[in-house]
């Protein structure tokens, strides 16, 4: 009877850790995603030189599409393209499968490129086209300063 019970709490113990854990490193991604999100703002405002007036109309614009974006982003990448390309052999694919494939990647690719259009308008109404150019070198130059970090 001892056994069973020392069993079943040391199986006990082992879960909670294992759950704690898990916990923890979400909240760790969770905090890593905030400060990236953070350094890319900073980067982004010192780059187009915003004014406050410029920056409390520029955010809450360009937030709500770039939410839109990396959302379809990572359908795309965590997504489509695991499924797809990464744990499926291609040559295993029949048409109908590589056409849907096809369908989906223009769906989320489509709502990509109407979110970026809407945000470029939406932005003229606040900061000058060529702030808007130097936005998307902005991004650029920050995404390939992560990946060179990486």
């Not at 490193?25 to 890593?32: D, M």
């Not at 360009?62 to 291609?90: F, H």
């Amino acid at each position: 009877m001892n056994t069973i019970n020392y069993t079943i709490m040391k199986k006990t113990l082992l879960l909670t850790c294992l759950l704690l854990f898990l916990g923890f490193n979400a909240e760790a991604q969770k905090l890593n995603g905030q400060r990236m999100q953070l350094l890319k703002a900073n980067f982004i405002t010192t780059e187009l030189d915003l004014s406050p007036e410029e920056a409390q109309q520029f955010w809450p614009v360009y937030n709500k599409y770039n939410k839109i974006i990396r959302q379809s982003t990572n359908q795309l990448d965590r997504g489509l393209i695991k499924t797809y390309l990464n744990e499926k052999n291609i040559d295993e694919l029949d048409e109908k499968q590589a056409q849907q494939f096809l369908q989906d990647v223009q769906h989320h690719e489509g709502a990509i490129l109407e979110a970026k259009t809407l945000l470029i308008n939406d932005l003229k109404g606040v900061i000058s086209s060529k702030k808007i150019v130097k936005l998307m070198k902005a991004e650029r130059d920050f995404n390939r300063r992560i990946l060179q970090e990486l």
